[in-house]
Each structure stands twice: as C-alpha cells, then as structure tokens.
C-alpha cells in the first residue's frame, strides 16, 4: 500500500480544495489591466478593509508585494532598515537594490525574532551628504514562524515615526500571528490581524501559504501608496488579466481558512511534543505552523542522510542541520505521527541515541 507523501517543506505546497477549485470556475471576470475585473475589484476591497487600509493591490506574489511597496515608499538612495533574515532582505534576489536602487540596512535579529529598538535608532542616518536617506522600516510578522510581541510591534512603529519613516510590515503570515496572537491576548483573529496591521503604513499578506490559495498576495495601504505601488507592479511585469480566477481563490481562502489555520498550528505543537526530549536533539517549541529541529552530535553530520530517510517513507522536509518542518492544510495528524516515528527511527541507529524520550 502506497502511504501519502508528508510535504513538511512549506505551506506554499498546500494544493487548492476542490471547493476553492469551483470558487475559482464560477468568478465573475474581466481584465484587471483595465480595472474591470469584479473579482479582482471585491478582493481588494475586502483585504483593505480587513486590514484597516483604504486600498489594496492583488499582485502575483509576495516577493513582487515587497518590491513594490520599497519602491513606492522610497527613491534611489533612499534606504531601509530591516532584519538579517527577513524576506525582503535575505530572500529576493537583492531586487530593492537591482531595480530600485533602494540600498538595504540590515540588522541583527534577537532570540525572539525583533530588531532592538536601540540598534534601529543607531541605524537611521542624520541628513548628511554622506549618508544614504533613511527612509523605511521594514518588519516581518511572523518570522521563521515567531510571533513577534505586539507591544514591540508598537514601540518600534512608533519609534519609526517618531524619526519620520514610513513603516512597511511583510506579513507574508500574517494571518498565522494574528491566530496566536488572538489565543494569548484574546480578541477575534481578524480583530488581531488588523490590530498588527494598523501600526504600519503598508502591509503585504500572502495567500499562497497557509491560507492555501494557489497564487497570490495583496499589497494594503493609503490610495496614494497604492496608486504609486501599481505603476511598479506594471513595470515589474505583474499586470494581470482574468485575474479574477486566482482572487476569487483568495476570496475562497479568506472566508474558509483564517480561523483554521489553529489546526496547523496545534499539528506543529503536536510535532514538536513527539520530538521533544529525543537524544540528539533540539526542538523550539513553535509559536504557529513552523517547527524546527536542531540535529546534535551524530546526528549534525547525518542531516542529508536524514531527509534521504524521510523521503524513502514519504516524508519531505528541508534543512541542512537545522530541520525546517511547516504543518498545513495538507497535512494530518497521521502525517505527524508518521514523521515523528521515522525520525525516532533513524536517530536509534546513531551512536549517542539512548532511549530517553521513547
Ligand atoms: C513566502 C514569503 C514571501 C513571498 O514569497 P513568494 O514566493 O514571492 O510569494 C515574502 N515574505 C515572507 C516572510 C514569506 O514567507
């Protein structure tokens, strides 16, 4: 009997349900380019105010969301303060620099993720010829799967404002912190996510990962911003036609699988359980749907032969000594456990596995 694959890489490979599917064949249509496209129109008419912004840009993915909003807040020579690991820094190909000419300030994070409010304020420059501008903050929410404290969110937005920056948050996951964020402070998820949201001047949310649409993100801010932003998604290539198809997998997404995201959440926590405890390994409890899993010892060197393992028992996963497992849509608690027992498996035949946690 063939077991189904396990795909722990990322949410970005959930596959849209068959009610997304039909969601997506019945949208009404047109062409976005000419701004006629009703589904389109509805979609961001719908994130924008869900988020507490006047208007909001459908763009084709999330890196393209980042790009256009550095651009529309800044001018070449302008630069922008942001984490060492954050999306927009880290992983998009430099593409603020290459087609911006927008210069990264990148910072160190902390344990939990934040930027220290005292490394940003000794990162903005005075106005001096021989400085770039300091023209933005950017922050990420969540990051690598953390949840970043809402009272910090507040102090360094406020921090940046009190400087004069404009305030840009990548909330790629936005909807996941806003989860975790409504079961420790309480509020509804969509009360939290505006809450984070608001503290910036634009937001982008991908709905292309836990929220398990097939395509696409959407760009919040003022009009003006947003005008500013849809002249770089056309130069940046991203105008879109019957676009209206993969919004109305956004719609779908927003109304089914904001609050269910908990479950994936609650399949990290179970993931973690079942590793934590195991000799040859360090687990970080998770905060929302990413796990991840520091390999010791002898079984530091034995990484690519471990996810060699997983993938002869139909297990998928990434990470060169640091495991790198996200639970969602896709995903069971019978894909947890299976995983969970396949890595057990493997770390008994290591020198230094005893049976603690067994
Ligand atoms: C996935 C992701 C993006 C955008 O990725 P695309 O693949 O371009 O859609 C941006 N920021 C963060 C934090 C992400 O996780």
Known sequence: MTQDVVDLRSDTVTQPTAAMRAAMLAAPLGDDVFGDDPSVLTLQEKI????????????PTGTQSNLC???????????????????????????????????????????DGSLLLSDIEAAI????????????????????GKLLPM??????????????????LDGARLFNAAVAQAERSGGTVLEQARAIATCFDSVSVCFSKGLGAPVGSALCGSKDFIARAHRIRKMAGGGMRQSGMLAAAALYALEHHVARLADDHALARRLAQGLQGLDLLAVEPPHTNIVFVDLLGAARAQSEALLAYLKSHGILATGLYRLRLVTHLNVNAQGVDRTVAAIRAFLTTLPGSGQRGT
């Open 48 to 59: 924008a105010a869900l988020l507490g912004h006047e208007a909001a840009l459908f763009v």
């Open 69 to 111: 909003a550095i651009l529309a807040h800044c001018q070449r020579g302008d630069e922008y303060i942001v984490g060492q690991m954050a999306h927009c820094y880290r992983w998009e190909g430099g593409g603020a620099a290459v087609m911006g000419s927008v210069q990264p300030q990148p910072l160190n994070h902390q344990a």
């Open 125 to 144: 420059k005075p106005d001096d010829a021989h400085f770039a501008r300091t023209r933005l903050l950017a922050l990420e929410n969540t990051l690598g």
């Open 151 to 168: 009272d910090y969110v507040q102090q360094a937005s406020a921090l940046a404002q009190r400087y004069g920056l404009v305030r840009h």
